[in-house]
């Protein structure tokens, strides 16, 4: 028997890339990469890097405004410089501390701006800095008037070792002398630290001394009394010697205004001898001043001086002075490559802290 010969059905298969169609294939592939490539760096470059323009001026406006909002509660100032802030806060961490707040750029181009906090670690507020400047707007105020006394000068005085003369000091008889001081047209007021007269003892040394300093109404004493000092006449030698009283502490006297030295006795017996100079005796601003009835009246014979040395200080007021505020910083910042990056802006400080001047 014949088989009879029927055709086959082609057996099922995948298809299949001829060379040509792969090769153009990879073509077409590699046009497409090349592109999404393209695509992507202009995409990355579109980015913000924060290295310049608005990028940059952005990121330094934060930091700026980081400053400004620590700035503006400053109560105390302890370093300000261009470059380089310092101050303190209120507690703001709860431990009933103030806070001490510090901002800080060396000067380097491309060194950080960085923030530290009590003294703890630095951190860093912005990199890559370019421009950080920071300047202090003070406000002045003038302080109340104030006045310093210079050292101890001598006020007046008359001395003498010709013709001489003296005067015996009991409780009726008094003796003094009347001085204006030349002191500069400045000055606020003067007063007197220091007498010395010539005296001796007279009799027994048994009295005392009184020494006095008093108002002069016109060249005469007033019956008030500005200072007192006791002299014991067993102090005083029986030759003449010079005798220092100190008045410490004594009220200031106007410019302009003179004042008298009294020596006074207790009782009847005399207290002391007290030399002068009776006669062709001048000194300019002085005059001589005696009593005869315990002071109730005063008389200022012409020509005639007691034998004194006054000393005291004059005041006159301290230079003039300022007290220094700061009312705000003018702050300057950049960290981008060009100069549309930079950003200034003014900080207010509210507290007004002291700073130094001008």
Partial sequence: MTASLTPRPKA??????????????????????????????????????GKKGTAAALCAAGAMDRLAGDLFY???????????ITFLVEDRNGDGSSETIRYYWSGTPGAPLVRQVNGGTEATLLDGVQEFRLDYLKRSQLLPSSYGEGDEILLASYDTMSYLGSVFVDRKTWCGEYFRPSIPAQA?????????????????????????????????????????????????????????????????????????????????????????????????????????????????????????????????????????????????????????SRVQTTIRVVNQPEVSGP
């Fill in 12 to 49: 099922d298969r995948c298809p299949g890339f001829t060379l040509m169609e792969l090769v153009v294939a990879m073509a077409i592939l590699s046009v497409l990469l090349v592109g999404a490539g393209s695509a992507v760096m202009l995409t990355r470059r579109a980015m913000p890097d």
């Fill in 74 to 84: 400053a109560t105390s100032i302890f370093t300000a410089s261009p470059g380089e």
């Fill in 188 to 340: 606020t007021g003067w007063r007197v630290t220091r007498a010395r007269f010539r005296a001796r003892t007279a009799g027994s040394a048994t009295e005392e001394l009184k020494v006095q300093l008093r108002p002069a109404v016109g060249v005469l004493p007033a019956d008030s009394v500005l200072a007192e000092v006791s002299v014991m006449e067993s102090t005083l030698s029986k030759n003449y010697q010079w005798q220092e009283v100190t008045f410490g502490s004594t009220t200031n006297v106007a410019p302009g205004a003179g004042v008298c030295l009294v020596l006074k006795g207790l009782v009847d017996a005399d207290a002391g001898e007290v030399r002068t100079r009776p006669t062709w005796a001048y000194a300019s601003n002085c005059r001589y001043v005696y009593s005869t009835d315990s002071g109730n009246n005063w008389k200022s014979p012409d020509s005639q001086q007691m034998l004194f040395y006054i000393y005291g200080k004059v005041s006159t007021p301290n230079p003039i002075q300022y007290r220094y505020v700061l009312t705000g910083v003018q702050g300057m910042l950049r960290s981008g490559s060009d100069a549309a």
